[in-house]
């Protein structure tokens, strides 16, 4: 790592995210990156999304009729307890990326802790995206301090991954969207008239309807198509998500495979509880990377594809 005062040596750079980061567990283990779950309610109970409440759990709770599933942000207190543990541990700084703050208060709930903590020594940062949206963004902190950077460094690298970043989803119905005060209401209205499929997409932080297709198909196409427009012939870095929809989602990233050119990396994850709630059983998404990355061993000849925590659904 990067000196801040050569007669010091290193100042170590902790990494920390959220839960609905949904950076794939082999990532979080290389990098060493923190991750403070969100709390997810259903059937009476309250649990850590990941670890208590499942992608599974939540899929099923949402397909009975009037079943409902609600979320919650950790508490300003769960970060001062990670920020403290790395700080204590031998870190010099940290840096924060977390979930869009017109999605959840869970970006002020670290910014309330860095507070308390020390902002000298805790970075805290919007990246007005969702699940691997901010997922890029603290895959590119971690790389940048992986690669000697430092704090200043793998916040930029942030920032830039984040503002960069595309996300593309399709949902079922715009329901649980609307329930959770993540769409208008006058927006999902328009969303479930003539039995469409809404294409959706995160501009500036929140969730905005992009356009209407009539079949499941044609969506996973425009899909596909919003990701090729977005890539065009540069190397870019790829992420498919789904909830109770792996099938639909293989075929989005077959399909994804085949059309992108320059392909540098794919993640295909199940999204967790706390993002599952909102979007609903079925819905598929794209999130796409165009920045370039640094590799510790030169460019290979065919983009590495991962799975996230597919796991009995969380």
Request: hydrophobic share 45%; charged share 20%; net charge neutral.
């Amino acid at each position: 790592m990067r000196p801040a005062d050569p007669a010091r040596g290193p100042v170590p750079v902790a990494v920390v995210t959220d839960s609905t980061a949904y950076l794939p567990a082999d990532v979080v283990e290389r990098f060493g990156i923190e991750v403070v779950p969100l709390y997810v309610v259903l059937a009476g109970r309250s649990g850590r999304e990941g670890s208590d409440v499942s992608s599974a759990e939540v899929a099923r709770s949402l397909a009975v009729r009037g079943g409902h599933v609600s979320t919650s942000r950790p508490t300003p207190g769960d970060f001062v307890a990670v920020y403290r543990r790395l700080l204590d541990g031998g870190a010099g700084r940290v840096v924060s990326v977390h979930l869009s703050a017109a999605l959840s208060g869970t970006w002020d709930a670290a910014r309330v802790a860095a507070g308390q903590v020390g902002e000298h020594l805790v970075t805290v940062l919007d990246s007005r995206s969702a699940a691997m949206g901010t997922g890029f963004a603290v895959l590119a902190a971690a790389r940048a301090v992986s690669a000697g950077g430092s704090a200043e460094d793998a916040a930029d690298a942030a920032r830039e991954t984040a503002a960069a970043t595309r996300t593309f989803f399709v949902v079922d119905t715009l329901e649980h969207l609307r329930r959770g005060g993540r769409i208008g209401a006058a927006a999902a209205l328009l969303g479930s008239a003539l039995a469409v499929k809404p294409l959706l997409h995160v501009v500036d932080g929140q969730v905005v309807p992009l356009e209407r297709v009539r079949t499941s198909g044609r969506a996973l196409n425009r899909l596909v198509q919003r990701a090729a427009d977005v890539a065009g012939d540069r190397p870019v870095s790829v992420a498919v998500h789904h909830l109770a929809a792996p099938d639909r989602a293989h075929r989005l990233a077959e399909q994804l495979t085949d059309r992108l050119p320059a392909l540098e990396e794919m993640h295909v994850s199940e999204l967790g509880a706390a993002v599952g709630a909102h979007v609903g059983p079925g819905a598929v998404g794209v999130v796409v990377d165009p920045t370039p990355r640094a590799r510790a061993a030169g460019p290979g000849t065919e983009p590495t594809v991962e799975g996230a925590q597919e796991s009995d659904g969380g």
